[in-house]
């Protein structure tokens, strides 16, 4: 448990704390006590809920490959390929050995 300081309430919905190992933590003001203001003293507590983490990241890795499967049945079989910027470029299995890059999907920054 971890002892805090609301230093100030920004907007109405962030309160801005400080640990007292002088940490600064912004919270929604929606999970804080009631009546929560700059100046009040909060207990802060954290706990891993395992349980349902575990639970959760199997209907997450399900939900992806459900994405995965319809994406790859409407792009006909290529795959999507992103590069360093970031930026997703389609590469067709069926060309040459290296790959061509769809114009279409390029960054219109890329276009030329």
Do not use: Y
């Amino acid at each position: 448990m971890q002892l805090c300081v609301v230093e100030l309430v920004d907007a109405g919905s962030v309160a801005v704390l400080r640990t007292s190992d002088f940490r600064e933590l912004h919270i929604p003001l929606s999970l804080l006590p009631d009546g929560t203001a700059a100046g009040s003293i909060v207990n802060l507590e954290l706990t891993a809920a395992s349980n349902d983490t575990e639970s959760q990241h199997r209907k997450l890795m399900a939900l992806q490959k459900s994405l995965h499967a319809a994406w790859s049945a409407k792009a006909g079989g290529s795959e999507p390929a992103v590069s360093s910027d970031g930026v997703e470029r389609r590469i067709s299995s069926s060309s040459s050995a290296r790959g061509s890059v769809s114009d279409a999907s390029r960054h219109p920054d890329d276009r030329q």
